[in-house]
Structure formats: structure tokens, C-alpha cells
């Protein structure tokens, strides 16, 4: 919505609060443009009304068990005069309450099961219109001569399409929604249509099922619209059938000869509308009458407005003007900010050493067995990422953990290493099957060297060195292994690189997000397995990182 204010070249943001109850007031960042504005957030619907007297729309994006409470709950704010609900589902008997509470109040409910309206070269609401290259494809920066009404929002969207081919764009759009008992009508919408004198011409899309169309055919008898009107019915496939026929819509049912779309199309076009033979030559009758119009003097056609310039997301800007690699990528989508690039080469260096250890894991195996199975690629990975826990990979977060519970509470290495073992507990990040203090793990060794050439602080680190002394000093091959190093330097670089306060450091480290950089290298490393076992129909294949050859297909099935 608010990327739609900037191309419209609107002076300020058409939303001016967000009411989100599950949390405390706070404020959050967006984009407008290039620059970045904070929008409140309250907790309370109170709250947010009172303190912004000038708004009066209320978008309503709350799911089907809460947008009855809600809508109920703006209602009582005379201040709100347009409420749109998008939620589908909500039942048939709460509507119609919302109904007469909304008409005993005089308030315009647009829905429930919309994806809301549009006005050109002022605001939207929700996802209308599409994304931002559908917008500008279909002119919507800038307010045109044609106004719509539509009971499906994707319909909605195809509207605008084709009013921008064949006419001057489109000056509004609503579409009502999909329900047996919408909150308004085709007949609410065309009267403001009509009273409009920037609305030249109008176009209506129906559907099967209900009667409102034959309102509509009263009020073009009555002279109650005069303004030339463009209608069709869709669903006309209906005939075909020998039963009935339920649309995508709860409302799109014809119980009735006079529901159905053959016959509303009948009478719309008896009544004096323009009715096109059928969909695929509604443009074609829009532009006939939009023609007419301009010939007639009715429409004077303003002067073709550039597109603006639509900003990139400055995130991904600032990655594709100072090539920031992955390692920036990471830092900008998961903690939204650039982090120093020492940071950003120690995440690439991880993922590097965690995409591959051979097809003999956990995960690896999972994957090769899916992919034998003839699984796809994501459902070939799914299973390898699930087996994922604190034996395979998921020690990083259990790791971070321990280590800096240790290090903060102030025991000694000797301490920790003691208390763990009375625990009956292992340390995790702690341990290796195959090397050993004699044997050493190169990635291990490449990340110490590393992290102790440039990290400005590792305390954390150091501390588990120290750990990793005591446990070799007992068994050889109790060494801190890659998920250890990883998971301590972590926590050292979230606390003191200068990026994060101490508390957003301790919320990463608790919602698990050390982990994520094993989850990421992983799934490279299985895409790799599952690659492999679709290039072993080729015959013997041999896996560069490895010394273990595959066998044979008919072998392994074997």
C-alpha cells in the first residue's frame, strides 16, 4: 500500500496506524520511496482512533474468527465511516448482523471476501491491483475516466487491464466480494458512481447467482443511471451443465432460472446497458463506448502522464550497487541491517563447510533414499532438513546454549566441563566420530583462524578453547567441532560486533537462529545428494568431495 502511495506521488502515507493486539505499542520501520518511516503500532482499536481523528477507513485484515468481534468493535467509533473486511469464511449469520449495525450507523462495509478497491492515484487497499508491475502496466499511478464494481477481486484485477487497453484508465474500483450477503451492493457503488462527475462511463461484472443485477436493470429503466454502463455476467458455462453448479464464491450459485448468468445478461442488456456477446469481447465494447464518449466530447482525454520512477527495495539496492555477496544478503533479509564484512565472510565461510559431509548422515541419507524413491527435489530435501536435531546439526543452538550460560554465570572451563558430566549431560559442540586432537578437522581449523584474526572480541570463544583443552586432555577426540566453533563465534559476533544491543543479541541466540546457517548449508548439500542420485542413471558417478564412489543404480536397489 504504501509503495502504491509513492508511485500515486502522494505528499504522505495513506496509512497512519497499524492495530495489532498481541503485542505492546511500537513503532515500525517501512519504506516510503527511498527514505524510511515509522508507522505506529497499537495494541488497542481505542488507541489508534483516538490519536488520528482524521482517519476514517479501516482496513480489516483479521482472520474469519476475529473480524466479527473487531468490525463490531470500529463500529463504535463514529469517526469510521468505511470498513473493509478481506477475511472469507466469516459465517452468513454474522454478516447480516454487520449488515444492520452498519446501516443503523451509516457506515459502508466493503466485503467480507475482498481483496478490497482501488483509486487510481490515491490509495488501495490491500493487495488490489497486483503487484507493482501490474500497476504500472495497467496505468493505476493516475486516475482515469472509468469507474468498476466487481463481486471476485481477482476479476477485479483483470478489470483493470482491460479498461487501461481500452479507454483512459480507470478512475475507481471496488469489489464488493464473493458472499451470499455482501456488505454492499452493485446498487450502493453505481449511485456513487453516478453522482460522481469524474465518472464517465461505468462498468459492471457480475456473476452467477443472487438477484442484485436485476436492481441494477430497474434503476437503468427508472433513469436512476444514466451514465453509460458496460455489464456481463460471468458464468455463463453454467448452461452446459446438467446440474447445479457452485462457483469459487459462496454467492455464485443460481437456485433459480432468474440466477443464472444467461438470464441476468438478458436483462441487463433489455434495460439499456451495453452487453458484450460475451467475455472475451468485453474490451472490445469498453473501448466502443470509451470512443464514442471522446468523439461526443464526454471525455476529454488528459495528456499522457509519465510512469515514476519506482524505487527498488533499498535493501536489494544496496546489494546489487555494492555486491554484498551472500554474506550481506543474509545480514540485510534475516537481520535487517548491513553487518560488518568480516561478519559477512564468516556466514559464507559456514555455509561453505556445513553444505557437504559425505552421504553416510543422517540427512544426507534421508535425501538420497527420497530421491531414489523418485521424490521430488523440495520433498527429497524436506526429509533431509527434518532430521535436523541435536545429534545432526542442531547442536549449533544447544552449543551457543551452554557455552555462554557457562561463560555469563562466571564458571571456570573446569567448572563447566564437571557440572555437565554430574548432569549426565554432553556438552554440545563437543566430540567428533573420526578426528581428533591428532587427527584435526581442516574447517574447524580454517574458522579458528579466522575468527582469531578477525574478530575484534571472542571471549566466548576463548572460553570454549579452554573447554575443548580439559575434554581432549580425557578422550583425543573430544574436540570442538564445527557445530561448536560456529555456534560460539556466533554468539560473539552478535554481542560484540557493534551491530546488535545485548538483549537483541540474547533474542537471537534463544530463537534458535544459529541455526539457521546449518539449515542453509545444508540444503545445499542436499540439492547436491539429490542431483547426484538423478545423474546415477547415467551410469558409475563419482562425488568430487569424497572418496566414496556410488554404486550402480541396480546395485543400490539391490
Given amino acids: 500500500m504504501l509503495d502504491f502511495d ?50 476514517d477507513v479501516l482496513v480489516n485484515f483479521a482472520s474469519l474468527r476475529s473480524a466479527y468481534e473487531s468490525t463490531i468493535e470500529a463500529m463504535k467509533y463514529p469517526q469510521i465511516r468505511t470498513i473493509a473486511i478481506i477475511a472469507e469464511g466469516i459465517p452468513e449469520n454474522m454478516t447480516r448482523k454487520l449488515i444492520l449495525m452498519a446501516e443503523e450507523k451509516r457506515v459502508t462495509i466493503i466485503g467480507p471476501a475482498t481483496v478490497g478497491g482501488i483509486k487510481p492515484g490515491c490509495f488501495k487497499i490491500g493487495n488490489t491491483g497486483g503487484m507493482m508491475d501490474n500497476i504500472l502496466h495497467s496505468k493505476l499511478y493516475r486516475p482515469g475516466s472509468v469507474a468498476y464494481v466487481s463481486r471476485s477481486g481477482g476479476m477485479s484485477n483483470e478489470l483493470n487491464n482491460i479498461i487501461s487497453k481500452s479507454t483512459n484508465g480507470v478512475l475507481e474500483g471496488v469489489a464488493i466480494g464473493g458472499d451470499r450477503y455482501p456488505g454492499t451492493t452493485f ?137 554484498l555477496g551472500i554474506g550481506g544478503v543474509i545480514s540485510l533479509l534475516w537481520f535487517q541491517r548491513c553487518l560488518p564484512p568480516y561478519v559477512c565472510k ?78 549426565g549431560q554432553l556438552i554440545m559442540g563437543i566430540g567428533h566420530r573420526v578426528k581428533s ?49 560456529i555456534a560460539v563465534a556466533f554468539v560473539d559476533l552478535l554481542r560484540y560486533s557493534g551491530s546488535f544491543t545485548r538483549e537483541e543479541a540474547q533474542e537471537y541466540i534463544e530463537m534458535g537462529s544459529i541455526n539457521s546457517l546449518f539449515v542453509l548449508g545444508r540444503s545445499i548439500g542436499f540439492i547436491g545428494h539429490y542431483m547426484d542420485q538423478k545423474r546415477l542413471k547415467q551410469g558409475l558417478y563419482r562425488h568430487p568431495w569424497d572418496d566414496i564412489s556410488y554404486v550402480l543404480p541396480e546395485q543400490y536397489n539391490n
Fill in 187 to 323: 446498487m450502493d457503488h453505481l449511485l456513487r458512481y453516478q453522482a460522481d462527475p469524474e465518472v464517465k462511463m461505468i462498468v459492471l461484472l457480475g456473476e452467477v447467482g443472487g438477484v442484485e443485477e436485476y436492481e441494477v436493470c430497474e434503476a437503468l429503466q427508472n433513469n436512476i443511471l444514466t451514465k453509460p454502463l458496460v455489464a456481463w455476467c460471468i458464468g455463463t458455462c453454467a448452461a452446459m451443465f446438467t446440474s447445479e453448479v457452485q462457483f469459487g464464491h459462496a454467492g455464485s450459485c443460481a437456485n433459480s432460472d432468474r440466477e443464472t448468468a444467461i438470464a441476468k445478461n438478458k436483462a441487463l442488456k433489455e434495460a439499456g446497458a451495453h452487453v458484450p456477446q460475451s467475455f472475451d469481447t468485453l474490451g472490445d465494447l469498453i473501448q466502443e463506448v470509451y470512443e464514442y464518449l471522446v468523439q461526443n466530447d464526454d471525455i476529454v482525454p488528459a495528456p499522457e502522464v509519465p510512469p515514476p520512477t519506482v524505487p527498488m527495495d533499498y535493501s536489494w539496492a544496496r546489494i546489487l550497487k555494492n555486491d
Fill in 437 to 485: 586432537i591428532n587427527n584435526p578437522d581442516m574447517r574447524v581449523k580454517i574458522i579458528k583462524d579466522f575468527i582469531l584474526e578477525h574478530f575484534p572480541s571472542k571471549p566466548v570463544f576463548n572460553y570454549a578453547l579452554e573447554v575443548e583443552k580439559i575434554t581432549t586432555s580425557k578422550k583425543p577426540n573430544l574436540i570442538l567441532n564445527v557445530d561448536g566453533v
Fill in 346 to 423: 564468516f556466514f559464507e565461510m559456514c555455509l561453505m563447510v556445513t553444505a557437504d559431509h559425505g552421504p553416510a548422515v543422517s540427512g544426507a541419507h534421508n535425501t538420497i533414499v527420497c530421491a531414489r524413491a523418485g521424490k521430488d527435489l523440495v520433498s527429497s530435501v524436506v526429509s533431509g532438513l527434518l532430521t535436523i536435531g541435536d545429534r545432526f546439526g542442531g547442536a549449533l543452538d544447544g552449543a551457543a546454549k551452554q557455552f555462554s550460560e557457562a561463560y555469563d554465570t562466571g564458571l571456570i572451563p573446569m567448572e563447566f566441563v564437571n557440572t555437565m558430566r554430574k548432569k
Fill in 6 to 55: 509513492f508511485v500515486c506521488r502522494r505528499t504522505e502515507p495513506s496509512v497512519v496506524a497499524m492495530i495489532y493486539p498481541f503485542t505492546g505499542d511500537h513503532k515500525q520501520k517501512f519504506y516510503w520511496g527511498h527514505k524510511e518511516i515509522l508507522l505506529p503500532v497499537y495494541k488497542s482499536m481505542e488507541d489508534a482512533i483516538t490519536k488520528n481523528r482524521h482517519a
